[in-house]
């Protein structure tokens, strides 16, 4: 089953340099039976593209704990074997699950990341990342706002060099302020 992970540069980098993604317990996304009676007319590409969606979402709730780290979201793609059935108290749409395991870095089939353009998008819904959690409608349209912005796609191969060439903090080492 394809999960997505949501992470940051450098969280990134150090599952890559570990060669597995953890510690256990992870939070990932993936097309559960909760997300798939939410959009019952979805074929597995969109359930797929809306879980995706979702761990993006996530993500910038990281970007939002570690303000020394560039503004642009990361999602992990990995195929893992079980997944732990949902105990029932999950939401209607909801795509998220406890994964109580360490992936190892051969399970990661792509990394999707923002490209440099959307920072400024990322960069506000960082920012106001409390606000939205606490109901703001200001912050909560700047973090819906992040949907607009698409994830680039980047092979595992690439991962290294994406990594040597944007730094550990991003692009030459910014805060995600260029």
């Given at each position: 089953m394809r999960?997505?992970?949501?992470?940051?540069?450098?969280?990134?980098?150090?599952?890559?340099?570990?060669?597995e993604i953890g510690p256990a317990p992870l939070a990932a996304y993936a097309v559960t039976p909760a997300l798939r009676e939410w959009y019952a007319e979805g074929d597995d590409e969109e359930l797929e593209y809306a879980a995706m969606a979702?761990?993006?979402?996530?993500s910038v709730g990281l970007l939002a704990a570690d303000p020394g780290i560039a503004r642009r979201r990361v999602v992990i793609a990995a195929e893992v074997s079980a997944v732990p059935p949902a105990d029932g108290s999950?939401?209607?749409?909801?795509?998220?699950?406890?994964?109580?395991?360490?992936?190892?870095?051969?399970s990661v089939a792509a990394v999707h990341m923002d490209a440099t353009d959307a920072i400024p998008v990322i960069r506000k819904a960082a920012d106001l990342w409390e606000a939205a959690q606490n109901g703001d409608d200001d912050a909560v349209f700047a973090l819906d706002s992040c949907e607009g912005e698409d994830l680039l796609w980047y092979a595992t191969q690439e991962i290294p060099d994406l990594l040597a060439a944007e730094g550990p903090r991003?692009?030459?080492g910014s805060n995600g302020s260029n």
């Open positions: 999960v997505y992970i949501p992470s940051t540069l450098r969280l990134l980098s150090v599952a890559c340099n570990a060669g979702q761990a993006a979402r996530a999950v939401e209607l749409g909801d795509a998220r699950l406890e994964l109580h395991v360490v992936i190892p870095w051969r991003g692009r030459n």
